[in-house]
């Protein structure tokens, strides 16, 4: 057991955070989140350039081979910072599913342009209802069905659109954003990331649309989503943590009854429970990104049970920093909204805090697994 | 980074779960589980100390040249870890965990010579004698004196919440010695057998029906200077050393999951279709998670040398809070058959019945019993005042 980052990985968090404290300060993000783009396509060509496009991607597949580590410790970076560009989308989600069920020339002609920052991907992928289905046809497929809020759907030039096949079993396939049969309803999210909403009619598809072939795709979809939270979670730590910081900075700034404010108890007590709920955040983030490559069940534990409490976590966290802000803290003049908006996001993507809550009292209701501890022999 | 075990912490789990498998009879298992209060009385522990202390694992946190096993923090993880899951209970180890420590850091040869291998033995019980009636969380106001008089001190006073002082044979406690100056720069380190004429020892009886706590009078106490640990007047510097042992240095987590296995299973019979008890349940799951990740960071920095930082006071906080609310669902899914009550302690020896029935009379107590964690080794108020300095720099 190790918790501790190597040298490499603690550079690669300093770089991360120094090249968004320069690129990426709150003016930044309210610029970029008010763009007709929704991102920065300049920014977007620099990640590229510092090797974080093709960070979780295989050395054989022109990656830099990071692991979720190194995944979380970026995603990290973005949430402290409000980075907004369709990393988690593009990268993780669409990457994710292109490197996990993708042929060896499927993620050559795919993975490439992503790592380049050519091309930007999205994924439609509904976990509580197979709400799109294809059917064989005599050249392919014919998917219809509707699905909302895909992330990043308005930026992306294809999608990974997630269908159930004729048999009952789950297929990824790749779908052109001019494919006819689709419309797309863009909307803005909280936090000014940019989704839509698709329709999908009759949408015919060639056979080779079915990514790596693959007719039973619901493991390594499953996979891929359970990545997406994990490293979702470190986004929302570094919220967390940003929300908490300034709150004790703000405190001690502020003088009321002529003393900094800081100074009072109540707030104290209050300012150290916030504290507690980043560490609890951060940990139980961790724990997921550690977990990425265990067997189903806890895997499912780590990832659901930490949706659960750092949802809860920011919640609590992002509440009290606006009322120890005091009325000031309900404007727009300070980040501490955008960080409220972006925790209220991660609150509901993928699946709610009550919904992971209940997957993971499933899962712990059986008493063995209860008195599992976090330590587990090596696979 | 990576959360799981070497071969070689994999072969000393196995070592450590064939041994208590052995040495961890089902009564001591059942003795642990209808046990109300924080520990079990020594009648039932002294036969798995005394195997602990032939394997040579009675004081596994010493020196090795003490006696201690020289593990990693991660093996004494992992033991703590299967203990708990064996129904090891936990019982009044004052001795190996706080002033064996102190004894070897700040004693005299001759204390060491004395006191070490009975501590190892398991002859030795120590209560700790800190608190009094008008110090608490204040602590180095007490007042309990000890006056020079030749090779003695005589000491007067009262000592109160003293853990099975009624099962122990000697106590370490503050005194002190001077009024002059700072408050904390009066007070001395002590080691007093409980037997020495002048010592009085009162029960208090919780309101969970348990007698753990007692008031110990001290009325012209003889004990020799030679009993002293450390400097005089400079007892307050060995109470913070033993602190830090108090406050982090015991591991929660397996007791808190043994508690936690079986709270799932008392939902599971009792209401198992209960969407609210189901939500509660699961958010305690997550809390514990979350804190035995931070146990194992805490641990992990420990492995390589590096300072965890004022992280580890917030242990204390928060597994105090959460082996609250362990007790608190177990009493609301039982609902009203926790009403049953019986004033006979121990339940083990007082009951002989189903072992659902046995469970219900443990279940109030427990909670009752266990709203004392919030308050003892340091308020949830003042840690919170701790950390607001230490993780806030407020």
């Not at chain 1, 093709?54 to 050395?59: H, N, R, V």
């Not at chain 1, 091309?119 to 059917?135: C, E, G, K, P, Q």
């Not at chain 2, 040249?65 to 870890?81: A, K, M, S």
């Not at chain 2, 019993?369 to 308020?379: H, L, Q, S, V």
């Amino acid at each position: 057991m190790n918790l501790q980052y190597d040298t490499e990985q603690a550079i690669l968090r300093d770089s991360a955070h120094a090249f968004l404290r320069d690129h990426y300060d709150y003016k930044a993000h309210r610029r970029i989140a008010a763009s007709d783009a929704g991102m920065s396509p300049e920014l977007w060509r620099e990640f590229a350039q510092l090797g974080w496009l093709g960070l979780p991607f295989s050395t054989e597949d022109g990656g830099v081979g990071g692991g979720p580590v190194e995944t979380a410790i970026l995603m990290e970076g973005f949430g402290r910072f409000l980075v907004i560009e369709p990393y988690l989308e593009t990268v993780l989600l669409g990457g994710g599913l292109i490197s996990a069920l993708g042929t060896a020339a499927e993620r050559k002609a795919l993975l490439e342009p992503v790592m380049e920052g050519k091309s930007l991907f999205a994924v439609a992928h509904d976990d509580r209802t197979a709400s799109i289905t294809a059917t064989s046809t005599s050249r392919g497929f014919a998917l219809s069905g509707a699905t909302k809020l895909v992330l990043a759907a308005p930026l992306a030039d294809q999608l990974l659109v997630s269908a159930e096949l004729d048999g009952g079993r789950l297929g990824v396939f790749i779908v052109p954003k001019t494919a006819s049969g689709l419309t797309l309803r863009p909307v803005r999210l909280i936090d000014g990331r940019r989704a839509a909403d698709l329709e999908l009619t009759v949408v015919e598809l060639p056979a080779n649309a079915l990514l790596g072939g693959n007719d039973n795709a619901g493991t390594a979809v499953a996979s891929v989503i359970d990545l997406a939270i994990a490293a979702l979670s470190a986004d929302a730590v570094g919220a967390i943590s940003t929300m908490v910081s300034a709150t004790v900075d703000y405190t001690k700034t502020r003088v009321q009854f002529g003393q900094p404010i800081a100074k009072f108890q109540a707030l104290q007590h209050r300012m150290v429970r916030m504290r507690v709920a980043e560490e609890e955040a951060r940990a139980f983030a961790l724990f997921a990104t550690l977990a990425l490559d265990r067997p189903p069940d806890q895997r499912a534990r780590a990832v659901s049970g930490a949706k659960a409490k750092i949802g809860r976590s920011a919640r609590f966290v992002h509440q009290t920093a606006i009322q120890l802000h005091g009325a000031i803290g309900t404007t727009d003049e300070l980040s501490l909204g955008a960080y409220a908006k972006r925790l209220l996001a991660y609150e509901a993507l993928f699946g709610p805090t009550r919904e992971h809550l209940r997957r993971y009292g499933a899962l712990m209701a059986k008493p063995d697994r209860a008195a599992e501890g976090l330590l587990t022999a090596m696979a | 980074m990576d959360i799981s075990l070497t071969a070689e912490d994999q072969a000393f789990r196995n070592e450590v779960r064939s041994f208590l498998d052995h040495n961890v009879p089902p009564a001591m298992r059942r003795a642990g589980e209808l046990t109300t209060g924080f520990i079990v009385d020594p009648e039932i522990s002294i036969a798995l100390h005394r195997a602990l202390a032939q394997q040579g694992w009675s004081v596994p946190n010493w020196p090795v040249e003490h006696g201690g096993t020289g593990w990693t923090p991660v093996q004494r993880y992992i033991y703590e870890i299967e203990c708990a899951r064996a129904g090891a209970a936990s019982y009044n180890n004052a001795g190996a965990q706080f002033v064996g420590p102190v004894i070897i850091r700040f004693g005299t040869q001759a204390q060491k010579d004395k006191y070490l291998p009975r501590i190892r033995s398991g002859e030795d019980h120590w209560a700790q004698g800190y608190s009094e009636p008008g110090s608490g969380s204040d602590l180095a106001s007490l007042k309990t004196r000890a006056e020079s008089d030749g090779d003695d001190y005589t000491v007067n006073g009262q000592k109160i919440w003293t853990t099975h002082a009624h099962k122990s044979n000697r106590i370490f406690a503050l005194v002190r010695t001077s009024s002059e100056g700072k408050r904390q720069e009066g007070i001395t380190f002590l080691l007093i057998d409980l037997d020495t004429p002048g010592i009085t020892i009162r029960p208090i009886i919780g309101n969970g029906g348990d007698h753990e706590f007692n008031e110990v009078f001290f009325d012209n106490v003889r004990v020799p200077k030679e009993n002293r640990v450390g400097e005089e007047n400079k007892g307050w510097d060995v109470a913070k050393y033993l602190l830090e042992f108090e406050r982090g240095g015991s591991v929660q987590a397996g007791r808190v999951r043994a508690q936690f296995a079986r709270l799932a299973k008392l939902i599971a019979t009792r209401c198992p279709d209960d969407p609210e008890m189901a939500i509660r349940f699961a958010e305690l799951g997550t809390d514990i998670d979350a804190m035995e990740m931070i146990d194992l960071s805490v641990l992990s920095a420990h492995q390589t040398g590096a300072n965890p930082g004022p992280i580890s006071s917030l242990l204390k906080l928060r597994w105090s809070e959460i082996r609250q609310v362990v007790s608190e669902l177990a009493v609301d899914a039982a609902g009203p058959d926790a009403l049953r009550w019986v004033d006979e302690r121990p339940l083990y020896e007082a009951l002989q019945l189903p072992p659902e029935e046995e469970e219900n009379l443990s279940l109030i107590p427990r909670y009752l019993n266990g709203r004392a964690f919030t308050i003892m080794g340091g308020t949830t108020e003042v840690q919170t005042n701790i950390l607001a300095k230490s993780l806030l720099g407020l």
